[in-house]
Structure formats: C-alpha cells, structure tokens
Nanobody, 114 residues
Framework: VQLEESGGRVVPPGGSLRLSCATSGSFSRLNAMGWYRQTPGSQRALVAHITNSGNTHYVGAVKGRFTISSDNAFKSVYLEMSSLTPEDTGIYYC?????????WGQGTQVTVSS
C-alpha cells in the first residue's frame, strides 16, 4: 500500500487550500478513507473521513470549513480547506479509517501564517 499526499504549502489566515492523496496497492480493508493532522508534540488525529457510500464526518473546528471527497474507488482522496486559521497548521496525512499504522505516507505540510 502506498499513500502519497500533496498540496500543502504556506497560506495566509483566511485562505484556502486543496490537499490530494493518491492511493495504490492492495488494501486489506477499504471501507473509508480519512485525513489526519499532526502538530508538534501531538499524535496524529482524525480531521475528516469519507465512507465508500459517500458519507462524511468532520471533527471539531473543521466542520463547515473542510470538505473531504474522493473518486475512482478511493484512488484519489481530497481535502478542500477554507477559512484557514493558524490552528490548522500541521502535517496532513491520508489513511484508511479507522487508521492502519502500516500505511502512513510522508504527509504534506500545511502552514497557516501571515
């Protein structure tokens, strides 16, 4: 299994960003995909997930600002981020949901700063 995240960059507060995740390989289970965020001193935490039936779930302060989507049977998974705040800064990873620790990719760094 390979997961490759991209799209992270420095963005000013209030800005928008779209993250992409390309998946490949043979998954032992693939019923849902998620985006996770890691900040310094903290463990990776779920930001949002989407099921294979299209149901979505968002965690905490990202509700109403982030949108998770996917296509091609989870070949690509996206995270649309808007109204970004410095608290959104971190390394963003995609993974199955619930997470499989053998699957982590390199992540993509998002920095919200003026």
């Amino acid at each position: 299994v390979q997961l490759e995240e991209s799209g992270g960059r420095v963005v000013p507060p209030g800005g928008s960003l779209r993250l992409s995740c390309a998946t490949s390989g043979s998954f032992s289970r693939l019923n849902a995909m998620g985006w996770y965020r890691q900040t310094p001193g903290s463990q990776r935490a779920l930001v949002a997930h989407i099921t294979n039936s299209g149901n979505t779930h968002y965690v905490g302060a990202v509700k109403g600002r982030f949108t998770i989507s996917s296509d091609n049977a989870f070949k690509s998974v996206y995270l649309e981020m808007s109204s970004l705040t410095p608290e959104d800064t971190g390394i963003y990873y995609c993974n199955v949901w619930p997470r499989e620790d053998d699957y982590w990719g390199q992540g993509t760094q998002v920095t919200v700063s003026s």
